[in-house]
């Protein structure tokens, strides 16, 4: 099942960090690549084409990334470059600083839909966060408080197309070939954000992030 890791550009060591801050003077624009080359990246964005500069502290968060680390190791390299992770044509959403012909870009992340608004398949793009209650290789079930005192629980399908983003996924690609489980990546008792589409009565997850991890048991 394929897995997504943050990783840095320019062939440098994956980390294991699954996003980075978004800080004060920072944005977000999304859109579909158009074009690629060593050193930038361009989108079109609803407001037209967007050139971005990409060096070896642009971050990418992509479907795939953990196959193509490795790759990368098994061939004596310290990481993957831009082009095997991110391809022309696909949806991302690209964390930038600057304006104009001077944007740099922090972090590109694969995204279901280059407008944000609803998956590829035109179901529409919900987020729900709690604790894990279980996870299995085919669904994950969260709970937590739903305001007044209540209570929920929501299960989430899992299937090949499910991105994860978590701490250490880098490592734990690495150490298996670039394979991974989610079971490997998330535990009962974590934090975390799940993007989904509901549709004929089944929830099913596109992006599981884990914002915090279980307490160590003493």
């Known amino acids: 099942m394929r897995r997504i ?8 060591a994956v980390i294991t960090l699954h996003s980075t801050p978004v800080g004060a003077q920072d944005k977000t624009a999304r859109g579909t690549v158009t074009a690629m080359a060593g050193d930038s990246l361009t989108i079109k964005a609803a407001d037209g084409d967007m050139k971005f500069s990409v060096d070896a502290s642009t971050k990418v968060v992509a479907r795939g990334a953990g196959t193509q680390a490795g790759r990368a190791a098994a061939a004596g390299q310290s990481g993957p470059s831009l082009s095997s992770v991110v391809k022309v044509g696909q949806a991302v959403e690209v964390t930038f600083s600057g304006t104009g012909g001077a944007m740099h870009a922090t972090q590109i992340r694969a995204v ?7 998956s590829a398949g035109g179901a529409k793009m919900q987020t729900a966060s709690g604790t894990v209650n279980s996870v299995s290789l085919t669904s994950i079930t969260i709970g937590g408080g739903a305001g007044g005192g209540a209570k929920f629980t929501r299960t ?15 490592t734990a690609a690495a150490a298996a070939g670039g394979r991974t489980a989610i079971t490997d990546l998330v535990a009962n008792g974590d934090r975390v954000s799940i993007s989904y589409t509901a549709s004929g009565g089944m929830n099913h997850a596109s992006e599981i992030r884990v914002t915090g991890k279980a307490a160590m048991k003493k």
């Open 5 to 12: 890791v943050a990783l840095p550009l320019a062939l440098v």
């Open 112 to 118: 279901p839909s280059a407008t944000g608004g609803a």
């Open 156 to 170: 989430f399908a899992i299937d090949a197309s499910t991105n994860v983003v978590a701490r250490g996924a880098g």
